[in-house]
């Protein structure tokens, strides 16, 4: 059962993606608990306005409901909290925290294999997880950039380049992923994380008989400062 709270929590913003213009999600970092929290006003609509958040900053919420949300469905159920609409930057963030200042935070809570994050049993074609499924809606992959291979494919319907990400497992067949992150910092051969989300379930207008919730790339950290930044289009 769901705790609905009137309560300040300060959270890190670690990731930003594009949502339906002029929208964006956010995926925060709880430094207390050592947990991803998806922040949102409602279940029904996106919440925040494109250019909300900036990665590497703290912001504080009024959380009006913690995980697990009780409308909310799984596995978006897990990470997902209700919060008031109002989010003030904290003062002392005037600087963003760095990438690798980021991965030092989260190094300590990645993962080898994508199954370690969703349940071996619960990814289907190496691609998607059911809608209902009790599993983290977010994790963080170990990597290195030379293992990730970012390309475009096509358009999307904000008429923005689609950007996907190949990542090299050793011994077995590449993943590859849609990417709906931001931005991502790239560079030659440098540790890496890679955060993942899972999309909200989609049924390609009922061609699915469950609805789908498709793994994306987020996000990227790296271990050390960077050389080139890449801005989705």
């Given at each position: 059962?769901?705790?609905?709270?009137?309560?300040?929590?300060?959270?890190?913003?670690?990731?930003?993606?594009?949502?339906?213009?002029?929208?964006?999600?956010?995926?925060?970092?709880?430094?207390?608990?050592?947990?991803?929290?998806?922040?949102?006003?409602?279940?029904?609509?996106?919440?925040?306005?494109?250019?909300?958040?900036?990665?590497?900053?703290?912001?504080?919420?009024?959380?009006?409901?913690?995980?697990?949300?009780?409308?909310?469905?799984?596995?978006?159920?897990?990470?997902?909290?209700?919060v008031g609409?109002?989010?003030?930057?904290?003062a002392k963030d005037r600087?963003?925290?760095?990438?690798?200042?980021?991965?030092?935070?989260?190094?300590?809570?990645?993962?080898?294999?994508?199954?370690?994050?969703?349940?071996?049993?619960?990814?289907?074609?190496?691609?998607?997880?059911?809608?209902?499924?009790?599993?983290?809606?977010?994790?963080?992959?170990?990597?290195?950039?030379?293992?990730?291979?970012?390309?475009?494919?096509?358009?999307?319907?904000?008429?923005?380049?689609?950007?996907?990400?190949?990542?090299?497992?050793?011994?077995?067949?590449?993943?590859?992923?849609?990417?709906?992150?931001?931005?991502?910092?790239?560079?030659?051969?440098?540790?890496?994380?890679?955060?993942?989300?899972?999309?909200?379930?989609?049924?390609?207008?009922?061609?699915?008989?469950?609805?789908?919730?498709?793994?994306?790339?987020?996000?990227?950290?790296?271990?050390?400062?960077?050389?080139?930044?890449?801005?989705?289009?």
């Amino acid at each position: 059962m769901a705790k609905s709270l009137d309560v300040d929590k300060v959270l890190l913003a670690v990731a930003t993606t594009y949502m339906k213009r002029p929208y964006e999600c956010v995926m925060c970092w709880c430094e207390t608990d050592n947990k991803f929290l998806r922040p949102v006003t409602n279940l029904e609509a996106n919440s925040w306005k494109l250019g909300t958040f900036t990665v590497g900053k703290r912001y504080k919420f009024n959380v009006v409901e913690e995980p697990p949300v009780e409308k909310a469905i799984l596995p978006h159920q897990n990470e997902d909290m209700i919060v008031g609409n109002e989010v003030i930057p904290m003062a002392k963030d005037r600087k963003p925290l760095a990438q690798n200042e980021l991965y030092a935070k989260l190094r300590d809570y990645g993962k080898l294999f994508v199954t370690d994050i969703f349940g071996n049993d619960n990814i289907k074609e190496d691609k998607y997880i059911n809608k209902g499924v009790n599993c983290a809606s977010a994790g963080i992959l170990h990597c290195n950039t030379d293992d990730l291979n970012f390309y475009y494919d096509g358009y999307d319907i904000n008429g923005r380049r689609k950007q996907r990400c190949k990542i090299e497992v050793k011994g077995k067949q590449d993943l590859d992923f849609p990417c709906s992150a931001q931005y991502i910092e790239r560079s030659v051969n440098r540790e890496c994380l890679v955060l993942l989300g899972l999309a909200r379930g989609y049924d390609k207008n009922g061609e699915f008989h469950k609805k789908r919730c498709y793994i994306m790339v987020i996000g990227v950290l790296m271990e050390s400062p960077v050389s080139e930044v890449l801005k989705s289009e």
